[in-house]
Nanobody
Framework: QVQLVESGGGLVQPGGSLRLSCAAS????????MAWYRQAPGKRRELIAT???????NYADSVKGRFAISRDNAKNTVYLQMNSLKPEDTAAYYC?????????????WGQGTQVTVSS
């Protein structure tokens, strides 16, 4: 059974930092691509960062230069380092792992962790 367990969310002041973690079990972690999404109240879920199996990263313009996605295959964990946080970063954050085999997508989600940026 595949499980993704997120941690690291919380309340932080503007300008502060947080590191989210997403620990996976039940899968061969290293063959999956990684991503982080977020969803603010009343808004659509937004893709903010991706990390491929060969180490390529991509970021939404809204977080570029402030957030960094990384992975530790030995720990089956993907991270999202968030710096210079702004109130508009307030959202529920979700990790996602996925793998395409031909036209078949295998896709798993974490349960979400809340990040609130407020003074």
């Amino acid at each position: 059974q595949v499980q993704l367990v997120e941690s690291g969310g919380g309340l932080v002041q503007p300008g502060g930092s947080l590191r989210l973690s997403c620990a996976a079990s039940g899968i061969t972690f290293s063959i999956y691509g990684m991503a982080w999404y977020r969803q603010a109240p009343g808004k659509r879920r937004e893709l903010i960062a991706t990390l491929t199996t060969d180490g390529n990263t991509n970021y939404a313009d809204s977080v570029k230069g402030r957030f960094a996605i990384s992975r530790d295959n030995a720990k089956n964990t993907v991270y999202l380092q968030m710096n210079s946080l702004k109130p508009e970063d307030t959202a529920a954050y979700y990790c996602n792992i996925k793998r395409w085999v031909g036209v078949t997508l295998t896709n798993y989600w974490g349960q979400g962790t809340q990040v609130t940026v407020s003074s």
